[in-house]
């Protein structure tokens, strides 16, 4: 007889009425851990600012956005980085709730830039002291409030210190209560003793807040940025700008008129800004997102020297993620490359993630990103695919013309064979073959085109096209007539006949053994240098 399965019964789980803890890791995850790289830390320490000049905007502390500031002051010698607001500041009662609570933001999500509570912290990891100062309109105090980075890395990094999160917090921070006027409201940020380098250079952090704060449009790129705030009157949408200022210095939007190659004297202009095109996305008669993209001739890939290429993402007016974020979404990732650009999220469901370089998985992002590949891959892919077939067909047709200069030349001073004249006469009867398909296709793209009216596309082949005006097939073709004799090079030259002779020789050989056509002309321009 088999024996029966005994099942043991638990009536209480041992320990479930022992406290939680949450243990000491947490806060080097959320500090140490919570950056691959160091520059997102301006992102949060800006962002919270602005959100509480929105808030002092609302509650009448400030009158508009315009009287707010953010003033960022970068001390290399001392290796301090301090950031101080205009806005709400917090109440004396308030501050250790809200100061020394982890991601227990009151923000609202979906609406304020920051709600988790967790990117003040983010200086702990680069300094070995974080200090905050606060001041709220109509209270005679200001509250200082210091976490120690140096003890947390020392707590963190000893395996023998088994302690709460919680306990760690209050063993690395500390308060004091001092006088201050009552109509001074701020918040201010210090980092003392900075120990990365990145954070201290000021050119470095320029360049990053340029594509990443939330600020107007550089001076240089007034024109479009015109067009895009009469868009955004007309739709009854806003975008959030803030007085953000470096030592001093106004920070702007880094977008220029002019696609640059180079740097420094080397630096020339290839290509330039002559229009910004809007667009918008929805989602079940709902706004998801709007944003802009530059129109040009599209010559190629915008060189990296130009900081603010390719199409950005951005919430609240703040970047998410980088200039390779929306890559993907291209037919060819160099497609994000032709524009400058910017897609606005506007749906509260929108949220950027912890790091702040994508958004969070949902339903709406699956449908803003359905939107996303239906203009990259067929509207923006369309535009620089047709501008660089235009452009070629342009090339073809001026390529004729070249030829026919060279042929010219050749004559007059002279071909190193016969066999080069020959083969100078079927080099322009190919080129005008290939002058009149090309001709044809620029006719074609001209009645389509003539349908539409002042499109990118028109603007684009009026550009490339200009006023040339030739027709290819009137275009006569030189040609050397039957019995009429060659000039060659060594007509010329301080030689006898037999001389003449070899020469000719070596020159059909140079010809006839190096395909390089300039290698051969230099090498041919050399020896008759030697014999003139």
């Not at 999500?109 to 905050?132: M, P, Q, S, T, W």
């Not at 040009?296 to 900081?307: A, D, L, T, Y």
Request: with cysteine; hydrophobic share 35%; proline share 2%.
């Amino acid at each position: 007889m088999a024996k029966k399965k005994v099942v043991k019964k638990y009536t209480k789980l041992e320990g479930l009425d022992q406290e939680t803890i949450i243990g000491k890791n947490v806060i080097e995850s959320l500090t140490i851990g919570m950056y691959e790289e160091a520059m997102p830390i301006y992102r949060e320490y800006i962002q919270n600012a602005a959100d509480q000049i929105d808030k002092a905007v609302e509650l009448g502390i400030l009158q508009n956005k315009d009287e707010g500031f953010i003033e960022i002051e970068i001390n290399k010698s001392k290796k301090t980085i301090t950031f101080e607001d205009n806005a709400t500041g917090i109440e004396q009662s308030k501050v250790v709730e809200i100061l020394r609570n982890v991601a227990t933001s009151t923000k609202r999500r979906g609406i304020d830039k920051g709600f988790r509570g967790i990117g003040r912290l983010g200086g702990l990891a680069y300094c070995d002291e974080l200090v905050f100062e606060t001041s709220y309109l109509g209270e005679p105090t200001k509250t200082t409030m210091s976490w120690s980075g140096k003890d947390l890395r020392a707590i963190a990094s000893n395996p023998d210190v088994k302690i709460s999160a919680s306990k760690v917090i209050d063993q690395i921070t500390a308060f004091t209560v001092s006088y201050e006027e009552e109509d001074k409201h701020y918040f201010k940020v210090t980092l003392q003793n900075v120990s990365k380098a990145d954070l201290l250079d000021k050119k470095q952090v320029e360049t990053y807040l340029q594509m990443v704060a939330p600020v107007p449009f550089n001076r240089g790129f007034n024109q479009f940025a015109n067009e895009i705030y009469e868009y955004l009157d007309e739709a009854e949408t806003t975008i959030d700008e803030y007085n953000i200022y470096l030592n001093n210095n106004p920070i702007e939007k880094a977008y220029t008129s002019k696609v640059y190659k180079g740097e420094g004297n080397s630096r020339k202009g290839i290509d330039e800004i002559f229009k910004v095109e809007v667009f918008e996305f929805h989602h079940k008669n709902k706004l998801l997102a709007w944003g802009w993209y530059s129109i040009s001739q599209f010559p190629g890939v915008i060189p990296r020297e130009n900081i603010s290429r390719g199409l950005r993402l951005r919430k609240s007016n703040i970047q998410i993620g980088d200039e390779q974020t929306l890559v993907r979404f291209h037919k060819e990732h160099r497609g994000n490359y032709y524009f400058f650009g910017e897609i606005h999220a506007c749906h509260q469901h929108l949220l950027p993630n912890s790091r702040r370089d994508y958004f969070m998985p949902n339903d709406i992002l699956f449908a803003f990103e359905k939107e996303l590949k239906n203009l990259f891959q067929k509207k923006l892919y369309d535009l620089y695919h047709f501008a660089s077939d235009a452009r070629s067909a342009q090339k073809r047709i001026s390529r004729l013309e070249e030829v026919k200069k060279e042929f010219k030349t050749k004559q007059k001073k002279g071909f190193t064979s016969t066999k080069e004249a020959e083969d100078y006469e079927e080099k322009i009867e190919r080129a005008k073959e290939e002058a009149i398909k090309a001709e044809r296709k620029l006719t074609r793209y001209t009645k389509t085109l003539k349908e539409e009216d002042e499109t990118p596309k028109m603007q684009i082949f009026e550009k490339i096209i200009k006023n040339k005006k030739t027709k290819v097939a009137q275009v006569k073709v030189p040609k050397i007539k039957p019995q009429q004799e060659v000039k060659l090079v060594v007509d010329d030259l301080d030689v006898n006949e037999n001389g003449k002779e070899v020469l000719q020789k070596v020159f059909d050989i140079i010809d006839t053994v190096l395909v390089d056509r300039r290698l051969s002309a230099n090498l041919i321009e050399k020896i008759k240098e030697a014999f003139q």
